[in-house]
């Protein structure tokens, strides 16, 4: 799984950004890193740009110069301060690996990012670790320093039970975060197959991603065990579907099961939303936040650490509320 999330996923998961920028004094850039040390990702993607202010050009137009945007000489290595193991990340273009970042007033092409992979440089939970950027341009050496947070735990739905949306009662999703998770994301991927009935071909496994709840605050986030429980309100899970798939007579469409998702974020990401409300995505268009905790520079280096709860079974009578109910009957799922 690829965040960042960063974010957060980051932005995973947790906030939106805006794209003004304001001109003043003489031309400068500014280092901006995004960094999330996220668990159990295999492959971990870290963005470097130039942040920039200049009174005599438009801000669009420096924009969409890519060597604007970009350090061509930078280096940014990663330190386990535990074992003062150390990584250099690889300098690679996302748009290449599936990473693309989204249209708007910056170049997207070449969209570079900074990559390791955690074979090479495994991720220890509570160890401690220091991002250093050489930017290239200076002898000075930026740092930031981190936790990785440990793993959430999903306690309901349980072991070996189903999950049932009723269109009264609320649905209750409960689960616990280690000792520095300050935010959660909840999200789950509801999995169908369908086919066309007339060509008689066979069934076709789909899915789609219902982004439940982000950014519930951890109130005391320095507490060994932090314990969450969140409610849906059940019709939401018809409304969803409804909204996200199209009618067709011609489709016919079978239930399989739902994976739930728990994303827990550092207390960084607390701090950085609180102040910026920014999107820490890597396809976003970022601009430079007011919150940083690099030494100097701005933007962010914190971890994530994402569960996963496979192959919930609906209960019976939401399969019922499913196939026959008002909101979803036609949508042609049969049980």
């Keep these: 799984m690829r965040i960042l999330a960063i974010l957060l996923t980051v932005a995973l998961l947790f906030g939106s950004c805006e794209n003004d ?3 003043v004094d003489d031309y400068k850039n500014i280092p901006v890193l995004y960094g999330m040390l996220a668990k159990p990702d295999s492959t971990q993607y870290f963005r470097l740009e130039k942040g920039f202010v200049d009174p005599t050009t438009s801000a669009l137009i ?9 350090y061509p000489n930078a280096t940014i290595e990663v330190v386990n301060n535990k ?23 910056f170049a997207n092409d070449p969209n570079f990012l900074y990559k390791f992979s955690i074979i090479d440089f495994p991720l220890n ?40 949306f009723d269109y009264v009662q609320p649905t209750k999703i409960s689960f616990r975060g280690q000792r520095g998770s300050a ?16 060509s008689g071909e066979n069934f076709v496994d789909k899915s789609h991603e219902w982004r439940i709840v982000k950014n519930i605050i951890a109130e005391d986030f320095d507490d060994d065990v932090i314990t969450i429980i969140h409610e849906i309100d059940g019709i939401n899970f018809y409304s969803e579907l409804a909204a996200a798939l199209n009618e067709d007579s011609d489709i016919e469409r079978r239930f399989r099961n739902i994976d739930l998702v728990v994303t827990a974020g550092g207390s960084e990401i607390f ?20 919150y940083t905790n690099l030494s100097s520079g701005a933007g962010l280096f914190s971890s994530i650490h994402s569960v996963t709860k496979r192959s919930i079974p609906l209960s019976t009578p939401s399969l019922d509320s499913l196939a026959n109910g008002e909101l979803t009957k036609h949508l042609n799922f049969r049980i």
């Design 21 to 23: 920028l304001d001109l």
């Design 62 to 70: 420096i924009a969409q110069n890519p060597d604007s945007l970009y």
């Design 83 to 105: 074992t003062n193991e150390t990584v250099t990340l690889e300098r690679i273009d996302g748009n290449l690996e599936g990473l693309v970042r989204d249209d708007g007033v």
């Design 125 to 164: 939970d509570d160890d401690t670790y220091t991002v250093q950027i050489n930017t290239g341009n200076s002898d000075s050496i930026i740092t930031a320093t981190t936790k990785m947070i440990g793993e959430p735990r999903i306690i309901t739905p349980g072991v070996a039970s189903s999950i049932d």
């Design 183 to 198: 935010l959660f994301d909840v999200r789950m991927f509801i999995n169908y197959k369908e086919r066309s009935i007339s």
């Design 271 to 290: 701090e950085y939303v609180s102040v910026t409300q920014a999107n820490t995505g890597f396809t976003s268009s970022q601009v430079v936040p007011t």
